[in-house]
Structures are given as C-alpha cells and as structure tokens.
C-alpha cells in the first residue's frame, strides 16, 4: 500500500457548508452567496433520494451489511489493526471534499473514526456519486484499511463505500450542537447523534444494570416478574393511575411498587427473589422524580434490615467499581466515597442532630405539633407524632445527607409494611439510604403478622376516609398469603433511576431516561 496514497490532513471540521452547491447546504452569507433554508435542504435532500431511486440505487432496499469492528475498537487497539481491511458502518457526520480526495467522518455505537475517500481508490463514477448524493447525516458503510494520517489520526483508507440509507432531515450545526433540553429529550434520537455523552450515559445506565443483575444473580437471587395492572396498588405511599379492563370489564391500576406480590414468593418458598421494572406514581415531575420510572426490589427470606444494609452497602460499592472503575465518584463537584463503610443513624437522632429537637422527650401528638408550630414546620391536623417526626426529618436532616448514610429506624405511622422494634414502641425496623441528599433506596425487616397487618391496613383505610390520596387499601389475597406464613425476611425497593445518576454524574432524572415524560405539545 503505497505510503504516497495517504493524505497529510488530520480530521477535518464538521462543515456542512464544504460540500457541494447541489447537496442544498447553507451558503456563507459573508462571502454575499444566497443562504438555503432548512426547507430548501430538506427538497433537495429528497431529490437525491427520487432520483438514487429511480436509478434502482434505492438506498432504502439495502437489506444487511457485514460489519467486521466499531470505531472504537479500532482506536483503541490501532498495532491489531494497522494495514489491514476493515468494514464499519455509521452515520456520516461531516463530509469535507477537496477535489480528487475527500475526508468525512463516521459516527457508530461506540464513537467515530475518520474516513478518507479517493476517487483513485473508489472509483471515478463511485466517487462521482458519493460528492454529489451522499450528504451528512447519511447511513453508509465503509469498507478500506486502516492507517494513520502525517499528522496522527486513526483513519480508514475507503476502498468501497455503500449508502444503506438516506437521511431526509437536516442535523445540528455541530459547533452548538443540540443544546435546548426540552428538544433533547423530546427528540431523544437526535440528542444521541450529536451528544457522544448522552450516548455514554445510557450505555453505562446498560452496564450497572447488568452489574446489579450479576451481583444479585451470585447472591443465589432469582430474577422474576409480577404483574403491572393491579387491582389494589399497593406496598408504597402514592397515588397510582387507572384504567379500565376491557376483557374483564374492570377498573384496573397501574403498579406504584413490586412489594407485594413478591412477598407471596416469599410465601411460596422462593426465598430470594428481586424483579427490576418500570412503576407508575400519579405524581409530580422534578428533577428526582418522573412519573414512570424503574424500581428494584428484593426479598430476602431469614434476615432482617441489618442485613439489608449490609448486602446494599456491598452492592453499592461493586456496581460503582464495576463500572466507574472506582469506589469514588465525583457527583456535581462533590467527592461521594463509596468505599468507606455507610454512616448508620436512626431517624431521632438526625432530627435531634440537625434540628436540635428530642422526640424521644415528646410523649404525645400535640407535643409534636407544638414542636412543629415553633419551628414553622405545616402539617395537617391528622398527623400524629410520627407523621410530624418525618416532616422534621426533611426539612432539617435530607439537606446534611450528602455521603452515604442509611437513616433508621421510622416511626410506625409512614411505615405500614414494616415489623415493629421490640424495644421501642412506635418505631419499626426500616432504613432508607440517602446519597446526595436524595433517598436511593427504602427498606424493611418486613411484617409478616397477618393480624399486626390486617391493623396496619385498616388504619390505612381510615386515612385514605381522611383525604390521604396515597394511603394503602386492604389487600385480602396477600392477608391470605401470610396467613399461611412468611418466614422473617428482610425486603428492599431501590429507585434506579437515582443510582444511574449518581454513578453517571447526572443532575436530573430526566438526563438518565431514554424518554422522559413531556408534556404534549398538542
């Protein structure tokens, strides 16, 4: 392969504006030539296409294309590959032509390499009809060998080049890119073109799933699934959606959480069961929350909270290690060390802590709301002394929890699915882990009394009578499962959504889900 036939360019700048008249791109307007509108592009674009078409070139009939290497593992390991022939398909990003030769870039899956393109090496007419009805944003695939240019880029030598499919919109500008959020997550698929860091995010959201699974998977738990139309959604605090059963003729809801038909697993003998899946809250959206998003929980049949801490301290620290390479992150700036063992507090003492007020020294419910009223704490007249302990806790102790912290021991009246401390009336053994200042998990020594729970649940029932939207109903089929038995067990809901944020250094929810929820523009 003769040294002369590689060019002295490095990677050409992504300028549509290179390219041919015909090809419809945006003419400078400083040099006094007529600037094309995005329709006029979009026409010509069109064009090329009647015409390949009507050639029999319809780019649209190409079936396969036989793919040898990503981008990026040819940069990567560029000794293996030097010289020899490889072929890789994409999307054409820029397209820089120079007479007989040209340089054009080509983004897949997992990056992007630069490609050149000679008439000598192609053809004449191939090369013809690559300047004049190939243009950026083209699907193409590139056969040739890989070689370095003068100045040290990896390149692809092109000795054939076939359109697989022809791109009827017009990209970006590259130098701003797709910056407005509302359009990157409403049109998800052109965030992915232009942002390789989007691209990255969601394939490392891939691979702490896959971590987890594993992780769980060498912990003898089975990975299993359970319905997402419900009758009774419960096994958490929030207001669910509904719809109608045709078939059945029934109102029907979607899941707020996994937690129950899992515990009848557990009934049934399963003893280590988890199930990641999408839930549905007739809720709020924020930068933490989105009405639909992904849920893990996992039963544990013969253990307890401790336990669950324990196994979602080690978790924790292997998904991050896995993944990231490292035990610490940086999270917006901050350092978050998840190789130090987690801080461990109950609920009162970060209270105590941080608010510098002792519920274990206020006996009664209107102790707890005089509390509250000295402290400008709002709270309905239905909250007891537990209710209002938890309106302290977030508005005084979340803001303080930024390195991992699992926060224990809540009072009895948010917990309706939790066993009672035997050593201290009102509290239950349940923690939630908070990173960030954000809850990252919620667990449970779960209750399996079905009559301590046929309580819990009519209580539930009384505030729901109250206005309390997000209150539990009686669930009289898993009353039934536990009156067979559930051996002690300890349960754990993780929002995953979070942790990918977390471990991809993500401000909002909204940046690690594929597709969002958006208001309609309708």
Do not use: W
């Amino acid at each position: 392969m003769a040294e002369n036939s590689q060019p002295n360019n490095g990677r050409p700048e992504n300028n549509q504006n290179n390219t041919q008249e015909k090809n419809g791109q945006v003419k400078n307007a400083q040099q006094n030539k007529p600037v094309v509108s995005e329709n006029d592009i979009i026409k010509v674009k069109k064009e090329k296409l009647a015409e390949l078409q009507n050639s029999g070139n319809d780019p649209f009939s190409v079936m396969t294309y036989d793919v040898s290497n990503h981008t990026k593992d040819i940069k990567d390991d560029f000794e293996a590959f030097e010289n020899k022939t490889v072929s890789v398909a994409g999307r054409m990003m820029s397209k820089r032509v120079m007479g007989k030769a040209s340089f054009i870039n080509l983004a897949d899956k997992l990056g992007n390499i630069q490609c050149y393109v000679s008439r000598d090496a192609i053809g004449v007419d191939e090369y013809q009809n690559f300047k004049k009805m190939i243009d950026v944003g083209d699907i193409i695939g590139v056969k040739g060998y890989v070689f370095k240019t003068q100045t040290g880029e990896i390149s692809i030598h092109a000795e054939s080049l076939l359109l697989l499919s022809k791109s009827l919109q017009v990209l970006p500008e590259k130098f701003h890119g797709l910056t407005d959020t509302d359009i990157r997550y409403r049109q998800r698929y052109v965030d992915l073109m232009m942002n390789p860091e989007v691209k990255d995010t969601f394939i490392k959201r891939s691979q702490i799933m896959r971590e987890i699974r594993n992780f769980l998977d060498a912990k003898g738990f089975m990975e299993v699934e359970t319905p997402v139309l419900v009758a009774n959604a419960g096994g958490a605090a929030a207001r669910p959606f509904e719809t109608h059963y045709n078939a059945l003729d029934e109102d029907v809801r979607l899941r707020i959480s996994l937690e129950l038909y899992l515990k009848r697993l557990i009934v049934g003998g399963l003893e280590r069961v988890y199930e990641i899946g999408r839930v549905f809250r007739n809720e709020g959206l924020d930068a933490r929350h989105n009405p639909e998003f992904t849920l893990m929980e996992l039963y544990q049949a013969y253990t307890d909270y401790n336990g669950m801490m324990d196994l979602t301290e080690e978790m924790f620290r292997t998904v991050a290690q896995n993944v990231c390479g490292t035990t610490k992150i940086s999270y917006q700036g901050v350092e978050i060390d998840l190789g130090k063992p987690f801080e461990r507090i109950t609920m009162v003492d970060a209270v105590k802590k941080y608010a510098g007020v002792d519920f274990d020294e206020i006996k009664t419910d209107e102790e707890a709301k005089q509390a509250a009223k000295e402290k400008h704490i709002e709270f309905e007249e239905r909250h007891k002394k537990g209710d209002i302990l938890n309106l302290f806790f977030e508005e005084f102790a979340e803001e303080h929890l930024v390195q991992p912290t699992f926060v224990m021991d809540h009072p009895i009246e948010i917990s309706p699915l939790t066993k009672k401390k035997p050593d201290k009336p009102g509290y239950v053994e349940r923690f939630e882990l908070f990173i960030t200042q954000r809850e990252m998990c919620n667990a449970y020594s779960e209750l399996n009394d079905p009559i301590d729970q046929r309580e819990r649940f009519e209580a539930q029932e009384a505030l729901k009578a109250l206005g309390d939207e997000e209150a539990n109903s009686i669930d009289e089929d898993f009353l039934n499962a536990l009156a067979y038995g559930m051996p002690p067990t300890g349960g754990i809901g993780y929002g995953l959504d979070r942790l990918v944020m977390l471990l991809t250094d993500q401000p909002a929810i909204r940046d690690v889900l594929l597709f969002p929820t958006m208001k309609s523009l309708s």
